[in-house]
């Protein structure tokens, strides 16, 4: 399953419309899709309470949102830029996911910016790369940014610049086939225990010796 995640709380949002849109388009090419809105996180889950690395503790109504996270093959990331970044919301949905050392690594993740700006959310995409980068997923390099949204995205989600709905058609079959060719590795990272926290440095000074 591809998951593409709306990555703000807000409703309405035209990074919703966006990902609603490019859901179709996964599907449209024959793949099972499924969106994740964080408009619909409730509220009471996005709680400083609930940063502990296991399920158990999370609210039981976090839990379907972390499934999809964690049974996902692949992952979109459609991001709005907020204050020249990533929203917070997203920010804090990533860091409430339980399993931190291995949910996200050598998953295949794809990013697309949108943003009422000139720069097309270049700013939250790099960013977030940064923090995928850290977690160890397989960074699909061709990104799509669509800036001045609010003249690119009707009211009801409608691509209206034919280029970007290119593009953004484009970079699903590319994305697909660097999902699919990236699977073999995903069960070689899968088999080898706790792969981030090499990082750690009493593993990393043992690793060195
Ligand atoms: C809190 C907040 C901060 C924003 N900061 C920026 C920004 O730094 N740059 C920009 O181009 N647009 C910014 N915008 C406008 C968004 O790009 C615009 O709302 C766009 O529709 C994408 O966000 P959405 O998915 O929430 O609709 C901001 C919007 C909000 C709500």
């Not at 692949?74 to 929203?87: F, K, M, R, T």
């Not at 209206?160 to 699977?183: C, G, K, V």
Request: with cysteine; glycine share 4%.
């Amino acid at each position: 399953m591809i998951l593409v995640i709306a990555g703000t709380n807000r409703s309405n949002s035209t990074s919703g419309k966006v990902a609603r849109r490019v859901v179709e388009i996964y599907r449209e090419l024959n793949r099972d899709c499924q969106l994740l809105d964080l408009a619909d996180v409730p509220q009471h889950c996005w709680s400083s309470e609930y940063y502990s690395d296991e399920l158990n503790a999370k609210p039981l109504e976090f839990h379907p949102f972390v499934c999809a996270v964690e049974e996902a093959k692949a992952l979109v990331i459609v991001s709005p830029e907020y204050n020249g970044g990533i929203p917070g919301a997203l920010k804090l949905f990533i860091d409430l996911l339980p399993n931190r050392d291995t949910n996200l690594v050598a998953r295949p993740v794809c990013f697309i910016g949108v943003a009422a700006g000139e720069w097309g959310g270049l700013r939250p995409i790099e960013q977030l790369e940064t923090v995928f980068l850290y977690r160890k997923a397989f960074l699909f390099p061709e990104r799509v940014f669509i800036r001045a949204c609010e003249d690119v995205v009707s009211p009801n989600g409608e691509i209206l610049d034919p280029r970007i709905a290119r593009r953004l058609r484009n970079q699903a079959e590319r994305f697909l086939r660097f999902a699919d060719h990236l699977l073999p590795l995903r069960d070689l990272f899968d088999s080898l225990p706790n792969p981030a926290a090499l990082e750690h440095p009493s593993i990393f000074a043992e690793e060195s010796l």
